[in-house]
């Protein structure tokens, strides 16, 4: 495989490449196959799910050569598709707000904006991290973005909206980006593996996507550590999912099961033994700790009825799910949410124990108390 990671290799390099956020593709390529876009973006969301890539698409393409008349993708072939690509563009500014934060990097680019492209139609400037700018940075950036030159374009991307000041978002057309969803990061996960010619199970792909976060990026890292400890397997050897489990750090949803089950029997002292052997394993208490309020919240999303359908149960087995159904009969919607709120308590106490695991048996000793 190249040295280069999954993200960067497999980078889109056309909006029908480009997973999810279909009202942004959208909007986008209307706008640019009508010849109105706008002179400033404003790109919202969570960390890895496509706002520096749009922006890219977006630069590449009002500034394609052989794009013809109604058209938005690039044809990835002209000169300027061609530098942009290998991100040598003159005429595309790539600005990190988080290490050019100051009034003075803004100041310099109000005054290189007045200076034509080099050869492309557009000189586009993409902010990362925006909401980073010092106040006096985004003033200035402001005054740029009330009267900017014709040629210019400006995207900014930021995933935290609520530290933008109004002004600047008033001047610009805002998208907000989603989150992922598991089959999104699945299906996406599959083409990669297909161009690496890597065997991997769903279920392993699955889990990949599950511990992504909703971001694709992050699953595209995950899957990178995958194939590149897979690439020392010898043979034809499928990637299956309790290699990944292992790899990943990632506790088994049947250990948590049996936790609950010793729970959900009020058998306190089998339970706190049962913690921590499994800690002596070398789980960490924390990430234990997580696994079972996830857990716990799967068992409440089945208790007050949801569809089994549901995303937050997705990544659960067939089994998995019939197991854990047969555990919340011993609940009441109430007792699960109290149960799930001194989890969350003990989850969060844990690193400033003496005692790590203590803050769990504690919760697990309450839980037993509040049924007896």
């Not at 200035?140 to 991307?157: G, N, R």
């Amino acid at each position: 495989m190249s040295n280069l990671v999954l993200y960067r290799k497999y980078r889109p390099q056309r909006f029908s490449e480009i997973v999810g956020q279909e009202h942004v593709k959208q909007t986008l390529t209307n706008a640019i196959s009508w010849g109105m876009v706008s002179h400033a973006y404003l790109f919202s969301g969570p960390r890895g799910s496509g706002k520096t890539t749009m922006a890219r698409l977006l630069a590449k393409a009002v500034n394609c050569q052989g794009r013809g008349e109604g058209h938005f993708e690039p044809c990835n072939q002209c000169s300027s598709c061609q530098e942009i690509m290998a991100g040598r563009a003159m005429d595309l500014i790539e600005i990190d707000a988080a290490s050019h934060r100051g009034i003075d990097e803004m100041r310099e680019l109000r005054d290189g904006i007045r200076f034509s492209p080099t050869k492309s139609k557009y000189k586009v400037f993409i902010i990362d991290e925006s909401h980073q700018l010092s106040k006096d940075a985004a003033n200035a950036l402001l005054k740029t973005l009330e009267e900017p030159p014709a040629h210019a374009i400006f995207v900014l991307a930021t995933t935290e909206i609520h530290k933008m000041i109004p002004t600047i978002i008033s001047r610009c057309q805002r998208f907000d980006f989603r989150k992922l969803t598991l089959p999104e990061i699945v299906k996406r996960l599959d083409f990669l593996c297909q161009a690496e010619k890597a065997k991997i199970e769903k279920e392993a792909l699955e889990i990949i996507a599950l511990n992504s976060g909703g971001s694709l990026r992050d699953g595209e890292s995950l899957l990178n550590q995958v194939l590149t400890i897979a690439e020392n397997f010898e043979g034809d050897r499928v990637i299956k999912a309790p290699g990944i489990k292992e790899l990943l750090g990632i506790i088994d949803t049947k250990i948590v099961g049996q936790l609950v089950d010793f729970i959900s029997e009020r058998k306190g002292a089998e339970a706190i033994d049962f913690l921590n052997k499994i800690l002596e394993k070398g789980y960490g208490p924390q990430q234990f700790s997580q696994a079972l309020v996830k857990y716990l919240r799967q068992g409440l999303i089945l208790k007050i009825g949801l569809d089994s359908a549901n995303p937050v149960l997705s990544g659960l087995t067939k089994e998995e799910e019939e197991k854990l159904g047969h555990q919340i009969k011993f609940f009441e919607e109430s007792e699960l949410r109290d149960i799930l709120k001194l989890f969350l308590e003990a989850n969060n106490k844990i690193k400033y124990s003496p005692i790590p695991q203590l803050a769990l048996e504690l919760a697990i000793m309450e839980t037993i108390g509040a049924g007896e």
